[in-house]
């Protein structure tokens, strides 16, 4: 088993539109998730930290769920610049061990 | 444009071959972190440099090999190339170890085998 599972997708939404996706992880003693995004044929960057519950960077809302082991992502007002692929990662120090998903695929369509 | 550089950006090599891929870090940055990206999936950790020294290593083995210079740079080698290291392989620096630091990743050098 994967330790970290997201939906490959793709999600094609129309602009404007609202789009969410999970992604699970198996190490119960992970601390610290992020969500990058990387583009066709280009390096990841990190799209944003995930602490604690969750947090929210204007239009993308990051939550948490430790009990039920996994992370989501919300993009709210889709843009056409949104279109990526997003990578969730896990961390956990106990054994330094650091995870990246497959991604979601996510097209927005005008 | 992050200011990590890597180098070279694709190179073809044959099964049992020897290869050295190589990564310059961003100003102020101390550590290195090398993935594996394989088409269609996620990096995966490889290993992370932190002053010269390795700090944390994935589920590779020991034929993947590193160096880290005095200037942060570093380099990763990887002896009797398989077909299956055909991958781009990125690099990523940041100034921690703990993964809560940002990284910033180079553009990748694509590594195909023969």
């Known amino acids: 088993r994967k330790e970290v599972e997201q939906d490959p997708g793709p999600f094609n939404v129309p602009e404007g539109a609202t789009v969410a996706f999970n992604c699970t992880y198996s190490n119960s003693a992970s601390q610290s998730f992020f969500w990058y995004r990387q583009d066709c044929r280009k390096e990841p960057k990190l799209l944003m930290s995930?602490?604690?519950s969750g947090n929210e960077d204007g239009r993308f809302t990051a939550q948490l769920n430790r009990a039920s082991q996994y992370i989501s992502l919300l993009i709210r007002d889709s843009k056409l610049s949104d279109s990526a692929t997003y990578l969730c990662v896990s961390f956990s120090s106990n054994d330094y061990k650091l995870s990246f998903g497959a991604g979601t695929t996510v097209t927005v369509r005008a | 444009e992050t200011g990590v550089t890597q180098s070279p950006t694709h190179l073809i090599k044959t099964r049992g071959q020897q290869v050295t891929l190589r990564c310059s870090s961003q100003?102020?940055?101390?550590?290195v972190s090398w993935y594996q990206q394989a088409l269609g999936q996620g990096p995966q950790f490889i290993f992370q440099?932190?002053?010269?020294?390795?700090?944390g290593r994935g589920n590779f083995p020991p034929r993947f090999s590193g160096l880290q210079f005095p200037n942060y740079s570093s380099e990763l080698n990887v002896n009797a190339l398989e077909l299956d290291d055909s991958a781009l392989y990125l690099c990523a620096s940041s100034s921690g170890t703990s993964f809560q630091e940002t990284q910033y990743f180079g553009p990748g050098t694509r590594l195909l085998v023969l």
């Open positions: 100003s102020g940055h101390n550590t």
């Open positions: 995930v602490y604690s």
């Open positions: 440099y932190y002053r010269e020294e390795e700090n």
